[in-house]
């Protein structure tokens, strides 16, 4: 028995939504939650090849029987769907409808079973995005699992994951694995897959699906291959780093001295350049020193110096000498300090005007157009009252007059 997703005009009779469905209650396990993107996202992928998109992302339209299998629900949906990408509900060039819209669909599916909880409506996530997967602990998932999740759900369609594969790929799926689920893992699943909390009033005959799309998980020799091929070229890597790391540094080799000289000639010498008397330097120093010109603090540094001098060693003899020669240091003057001078008045100060549209609309301020709000968010007009206008084709514009102070923001939030 496998797994298999079908776009469907009618619920079946044996089918509950997914937010009453037992897989809604109990923790996911993260093999159950890549084998469920994998069977959701290979249907998405074979409709895109045909040039279709679903796009019609809603929790009332997801439903999941009590074998597992998925239906996708075809039909209209809230334009405040917790699920539905932005650039479904904006009219704006820069954000182009296409293969984005299911990968941010099915990511929002992912995330609301992991987290046990919808996200809010539109347009409260255009004013405040979720907050990233990847910085809250979820037990039993893999960080990265968090992060692809998060890169499918980026409000700018630019940020996102571009397509169902790229997505899959992040999840550590291919669409190229086998499309037949093994048994043991579908039993497995079925334990925690979908018996119906509330069962719903029988209905109708539903009409028959069309060919399922089967999912598919990696079998265990295919895994076994590819970590082995990880771990021999990360084995690979690590000794050729290991061997850089240790590569002797090169030895320069410099003449020995001239053995012309005898050893200790050669080392008396050296010493005899490198300790001048004492009595020479300091005299030859301080008779130039006593010519020029002396000062009191002087004279007193020279006699300590006579004193010491022969105790010294040659570094702090030129110590000496130096503080000696120099000349005393004159007082510098406390700089005057700065007159207060009062900060000119703040002018141009602004203030923030946030916007939530739905499902789209133009913004005029003062008669003058900003943009089409979704993607335009929000705006930094000056601080006082401005005329607003919010336009959507031929329907009622919406108008209000709104004062802005600064440093403050004010929310506007309509639906046409």
Known sequence: MTAQVYFFHQAPSDAVPLVQSTIWQQPVA??????????????????????????????????????????????TPAIDSPWLAFELMAQEPSWPIGPAVDVYGLGMLLRSLL???LPPIASTRWLEPLPALYD????????RLLRAIDLATEQDPALRLASIEEFLLYLGQTLSQSVAASTVLL???????????????????????????????????QRRTLYALFFLGAVGVGAWAYGLWQKPAPVIETPLASMDEPFHQQVAAEKEWQEPSSKTLISEDVD?????????EQKVLIEELEVL????DPVSKALALELVASPPAE??????????????????????????????????????????????????????KHRLQIRNGDLTPYQATIEIEAGQSVTIRHKF
Do not use: F
């Open 30 to 75: 993260a093999s159950h939650l890549t084998q469920w993107a994998l069977c959701l996202g290979t249907a998405l992928h074979q409709r895109h090849q045909q040039g279709q998109l679903y796009a019609q992302w809603d929790p009332e339209h997801c439903y999941i029987d009590e074998q597992g299998n998925w239906y996708l629900l075809e039909q």
């Open 331 to 384: 007082p510098k003057l406390a700089a005057p300090a700065p007159t207060s001078s009062p900060k000119p008045a703040a002018t141009g100060a602004t203030g923030t005007l946030r916007i939530a549209v739905l499902p789209w609309g133009d913004v005029y301020v003062n008669g003058r157009r900003q943009g089409a709000s979704p993607p335009l968010k929000e705006l930094k007009l000056k601080a006082g």
């Open 136 to 143: 809250m602990e979820v037990e039993g998932i893999e960080p």
């Open 187 to 221: 039993e497995e699943s079925a334990a925690v897959a979908a018996l119906p909390v509330t069962q719903p009033a029988p209905t109708s005959s539903a009409p028959t699906p069309p060919a399922p799309i089967v999912g598919a998980v990696s079998t265990t020799w």
């Open 115 to 117: 987290l046990k909880r």
């Open 288 to 296: 130039s020193i006593e010519n020029a010109e002396i000062w009191p």
């Open 309 to 312: 001098g022969p105790t010294l």
